[in-house]
């Protein structure tokens, strides 16, 4: 499974970007696919999560209201609308997929991960 993550840039706070993430291959009917975001000297930290079967959808305290996760099933991607931007969402964003049924919100339960693409949102 290959993922590819594009949609990254740079933003004035109060802006929108859009990140996008193809998979090339979706494993099992229960697979969901994941955000995450890493800051500079900071873990990588869950972003939102939804599913592939019925558009479930997670997100964290930190973007919920702000950002929305989706999908195109046919299309294999898997999007993130960030809206209301702040400094404080600069990071490099990457893309998960899993077939893991939950703990969508954990990085260990990912089993492939996409190359990441930086947002930087300046004050």
């Known amino acids: 499974v290959q993922l590819q993550a594009c949609g990254g840039g740079l933003v004035q706070a109060g802006g929108s970007l859009r990140l996008s993430c193809v998979a090339s291959?979706?494993?099992?009917?229960?697979?969901?696919m994941g955000w995450f975001r890493q800051a500079p000297g900071k873990e990588r930290e869950f972003v939102a999560s939804i599913s592939w079967s019925g558009g479930s959808t997670y997100y964290a305290d930190t973007v919920k209201g702000r950002f929305t996760i989706s999908l195109d099933n046919a299309k294999n991607t898997v999007s993130l609308q960030m809206n209301s931007l702040k400094p404080e969402d600069t990071a490099v964003y990457y893309c998960?997929?899993?077939?893991?049924?939950?703990?969508?919100?954990?990085?260990?339960?990912?089993?492939?991960w996409g190359q990441g693409t930086e947002v930087t949102v300046s004050s």
């Open positions: 291959t979706r494993t099992f009917s229960k697979d969901a």
């Open positions: 998960a997929q899993t077939s893991a049924g939950g703990g969508w919100h954990r990085t260990d339960r990912y089993d492939y």
